[in-house]
């Protein structure tokens, strides 16, 4: 199971440029009730004013700039297009007309003409900081962060203590790969406000990408200080931690994500994670919900879900949420893994021989399915190898464990199956090299163990078909296999049974 990571935030603040007031005739215009109106605070009285005057005269270059410059502060973006364009017709020598439009397409994800539109302002005012930071957030928008670093570096010239244009550059660094220069610059604007959330956000936020997890969770602390409802800094530390192992510790990060923005996906998801690592699968199916809900699609979530409710021994659901991750999306593998998973211990707590079997098959078909998708997945051979073993079906087991072992020559499991299939097919030689192998290798001592046990039946077994000294020599070195077992395992009960079948030696 994964984590899910959030992204970088970017804290971009547009700056507005207010249109040009106007000194009110005796008798009041449509127009000046339309300003009276915007200073009255009375947004939908004055948008119907410009709307009017713009009726009696569409070529009214400030009724339309206004209207436009309105519509914008309102966030009708896509509605302030149209009077900003005809505006900057109008009144092509007007900069706020062409910052207010630069605006109004970028915040419609139009940002080449956004772009285009705050150039025309910058030819206007050249040394505007307020225009080269909206031009460098269009570049950023684009993808051009070496251009917008540019630009926000100009920017910094005329106005040096600006945060916001600080911040910016800063992100333009980062997006860039300078990171180091993005975090000085981050400090560099925390300099002059200390206290700044969204700073010490992405100052954190930078720290973390960096790989400085003290540094970074230091800066999330302040930031969650400095503002207790800073959702992305509450996750940014639930995942420096969680990465740490301190799940409780994390947990407690995500509750407080999942209080200020229960509508979001990622600290459900996480908190279900870490919930199930700790085996409180009730808690993991709680977070595992809440986050289907929210994406009810996303097939991993659905995987999470069911493996929950499997572990709660809520077996019959907990196949049945797994069967649906697997029809919602048959390519991912870990639905299959996880269903597969689900038969084969559901298969071992059933009484009935034809039950046992008919999930083993199941899980067989799992398995077998994974192995299509990844061939190079080595747990499902040896789960397959296993599973065709109980099932007696030894070439096939013995198909599988080639396989893995073919994937990890040092594989321990695969070694020890491939070995005891070789004993089967009366391959002896070859098992008893496997086995030999496998007891010169650091696979452990319940390993090792078992593997000097499978050596000592191979060597019985080669010793059935040989004669005088040879099969004497094949019975000593039975012997020796078993006594080796127990001397890793004394309570080796296979060996132990072993061991006492041989007669003593002479």
């Known amino acids: 199971m994964r984590k899910r990571t959030m992204f970088s935030v970017i804290a971009v603040t547009l700056a507005l440029a207010t249109s040009t007031a106007v000194i009110a005739a005796p008798q009041k215009s449509d127009f000046d009730r339309g300003v009276i109106a915007y200073r009255q605070n009375d947004i939908t009285g004055s948008i119907a004013a410009f709307q009017k005057a713009i009726e009696t005269n569409r070529e009214d270059a400030l009724a339309q700039s206004w209207l436009g410059f309105i519509l914008l502060k309102q966030g009708n973006s896509a509605e302030a297009v149209a009077p900003l364009q005809k505006a900057s017709t109008l009144s092509p020598k007007d900069p706020e007309v062409w910052n207010n439009l630069g605006t109004a397409y970028l915040n419609i994800g139009e940002a080449e ?17 307020d225009q080269l930071y909206n031009l460098g957030n ?127 996906f990622t600290p459900h998801y996480n908190l279900g994670i870490l919930y199930a690592n700790l085996g409180k699968h009730k808690l993991a199916v709680d977070e595992f919900t809440a986050a289907q809900k929210i994406k009810p699609a996303d097939v991993d979530t659905m995987v999470n879900l ?150 000592g039946v191979a060597y019985e077994q080669k010793s059935e078909s040989a004669t005088g000294a040879e099969k004497s020599k094949l019975i000593d070195s039975a012997r020796d296999s078993y006594t080796k077992a127990l001397a890793l395992d004394k309570d080796y009960k296979d060996a132990l049974y072993n061991l006492g079948r041989l007669p003593k030696k002479s």
């Open 113 to 129: 003409k956004s772009v285009a539109a705050y150039r025309e302002a910058l030819k206007l005012r050249p040394s505007s900081a």
């Open 138 to 264: 269009a570049q950023l928008s684009l993808g051009k962060p070496a251009d917008a670093e540019k630009t926000f570096r100009q920017a910094v010239a005329s106005k040096p203590k600006d945060t916001s244009i600080l911040n910016n550059l800063a992100l333009s660094l980062q997006q860039q790969g300078k990171t180091q220069e993005a975090i000085a610059t981050f400090k560099a604007a925390l300099a002059i406000e200390p206290n700044s959330p969204s700073l010490l956000l992405n100052l954190g936020l930078a720290q973390k990408a960096n790989r400085d997890y003290a540094a970074a969770q230091t800066t999330l602390d302040r930031a969650t200080k400095a503002s207790k409802d800073n959702y992305y800094a509450r996750v940014a530390l639930g995942e420096i931690l969680a990465g740490q192992g301190k799940d409780n510790d994390a947990i407690a990060h995500y509750k407080v994500a999942a209080s200020l923005r229960p509508d979001q």
């Open 306 to 455: 069911g493996w929950s409710i499997y572990k709660t021994g809520q077996d019959d659901q907990g196949i049945s949420t797994l069967k649906a991750a697997v029809a919602l999306d048959g390519a991912f593998v870990e639905a299959h893994k996880h269903l597969a998973a689900a038969y084969m211990t559901k298969k071992d707590t059933l009484a009935t021989v034809d039950s046992k079997s008919e999930y083993r098959d199941l899980a067989i078909g799992e398995w077998s399915q994974v192995t299509r998708l990844d061939a190079k997945d080595i747990v499902a051979h040896i789960n397959l190898g296993n599973l065709y073993w109980e099932a007696k079906d030894i070439s096939k087991a013995s198909v599988e464990y080639r396989a893995a072992v073919a994937l990890d020559p040092k594989s321990p499991q695969a070694k020890l199956g491939l070995g005891l299939a070789l004993v089967k097919e009366g391959k002896l030689d070859e098992a008893i090299s496997q086995y030999n192998s496998l007891i010169n290798s650091d696979a452990g001592a319940k390993i090792i163990a078992a593997a000097y046990n499978n050596l």
